[in-house]
């Protein structure tokens, strides 16, 4: 066949990619054997000039996914198209492969006809068939039409067990900075005999640092026979060992990516290996769109916790406090049994004298002490030395040792003493809060009057 003139009436860029195959359904090598003049430009712009015949991976990125699919279209005879991610590059790919006729015996033929870009095309991502467009638009419209968003991520894992024929499905997110994983959803067909990903989390996230290498550029991790899960336990012994133990035979795994953030990995396991194709296409646009939720999420769940929580110290804010008083005051809450103003004595001294850096350091200290006394109450920043703690059910005289116990905690520190003021059982949170303060000012004056020393001037 002459490549050259087929090639030539191609405008897009274009080339000619022979696979070699053998009788127990693996493939050897992969080559382009011809290039029409947009490719051999494109080489030429890479500064790599097109040789006839060269190993695909001096034309373009080495993927183990793209010579699965190289192999399916001259193996199955049917043309494949797939819309890639190739996020190391900052590019994404719209690729074609068609079968050609072969006069060899185990060698076979398809035209690859690709363009890339640096944004993705919404035109080309819809480019998918029916069945994968309807499984993905339902996935979709549970995420954006569900209040309950860990629950809407359930459903759509076990949608997506179901789909692919999939024992378990997972989300896990990972933490680079804790060096961890959390279990975003975990799905299981019935009657898998699968174990909840719970149970493998200690020390797995060492595991997952392992993926990025393996993936290498590619969208996605495919193993669908004993031949591809042994080139796994060669490349990755740990994980493959993991896998043994599971009882895993074939698995899809795809990164969750939003922009240049890595977030976590989703991955199918036990699933229909008959269906790969479709499969993959399904997923690489599903987690598409998973992973731009979840980001979603995590950043709602961050603002929240900046609106709630101080960023110092680590307990509720003034602004949390205020909520707080508010809902009780309008009967949305119960009126909390023990209220108590603590205020940091010396504050100022340290900032002066040691500077803000050890001031901080202090109400740190002095956050944690009040939390690990006050475990059943809610800690509150009230301003820049003072805190207050609601406690909903607690007994008087449990308030007094708790109050001991801080004082006892802080006397261990070199300079973290409590003013602190109590007001018990009172109906009227905002009169609480009045009268708790008084108590706490008059403690400050007394003890400032037992140690004048300690007065700041």
């Known amino acids: 066949m002459d490549f050259d003139n087929l090639l030539s009436h191609y405008k897009a860029k274009a080339c000619i990619v022979s696979v070699e195959f053998f009788p127990d359904g693996t493939y050897g090598n992969i080559r382009v054997v011809a290039g029409n003049k947009a490719h051999c430009d494109d080489m030429a712009g890479l ?11 001096a034309c373009f990125p080495k993927n183990p996914n793209f010579e699965d699919h190289c192999y399916r279209c001259v193996h199955d005879g049917k043309p494949l198209h797939a819309y890639v991610d190739l996020y190391m590059m900052g590019l994404w790919l719209n690729m074609f492969l068609l079968p050609l006729d072969s006069d060899c015996e185990n060698v076979g033929y398809c035209i690859y006809c690709y363009d890339v870009a640096p944004k993705a095309d919404s035109a080309a991502m819809a480019d998918i068939s029916a069945d994968t467009a309807s499984d993905v638009l339902k996935a979709c419209i549970k995420l954006r039409g569900s209040d309950d968003v860990k629950k809407a991520f359930q459903e759509v894992a076990e949608d997506i067990c179901d789909i692919c024929g999939s024992g378990h499905c997972c989300i896990l997110l990972t933490d680079d900075e804790k060096r961890s994983c959390t279990v975003f959803s975990d ?74 953030d890595l977030l976590g990995y989703m991955w199918v396991l036990n699933f229909d290996v008959s269906n790969v194709l479709k499969i993959k296409e399904m997923l690489e646009l599903t987690t598409f769109f998973l992973a731009s939720e979840i980001a979603n999420y995590l950043l709602l769940n961050r603002l929240e916790i900046l609106s709630t929580i101080d960023s110092l110290t680590g307990v509720r804010n003034r602004n949390e406090m ?70 909903n059910e607690i007994s008087e005289d449990e308030v007094q040792d708790r109050v001991a116990r801080v004082h006892f905690l802080s006397g261990k520190t070199e300079n973290i003493r409590f003013s602190i003021g109590v007001c018990y059982g009172k109906k009227d949170i905002r009169k609480a809060m009045r009268l708790a303060d008084e108590r706490m000012y008059a403690f400050k004056n007394g003890y400032y009057e037992a140690h004048p020393e300690l007065k700041y001037r």
């Open 47 to 57: 500064n790599h000039p097109f040789e006839p015949g060269c190993p695909y991976e």
């Open 187 to 260: 799905a299981f067909r019935e009657g898998a005999d699968a174990v909840p990903m719970e149970h493998y989390l200690e020390g797995f996230y060492e595991i997952t640092e392992t993926w990025s290498e393996m993936l290498d550029g590619s969208t996605c991790i495919i193993v669908k026979d004993e031949h591809d899960m042994e080139n796994l336990r060669k490349q990755n012994p740990v994980w493959g060992a993991s896998l043994d133990e599971a009882n895993i035979t074939s698995l899809v795994l795809f990164p969750l990516r939003h922009g240049k």
């Open 322 to 391: 205020n909520n707080r008083v508010d809902c009780v005051v309008a009967g949305n809450e119960p009126v909390p049994q023990a209220v108590l103003f603590a205020d940091l004595n010396g504050l100022k001294r340290v900032n002066d004298d040691q500077g803000h850096g050890a001031g901080d350091k202090m109400l740190r200290a002095a956050a944690s002490i009040l939390q690990s006394v006050f475990q059943d109450g809610v800690v509150y920043r009230a301003g820049g030395d003072e805190f207050m703690i609601l406690v």
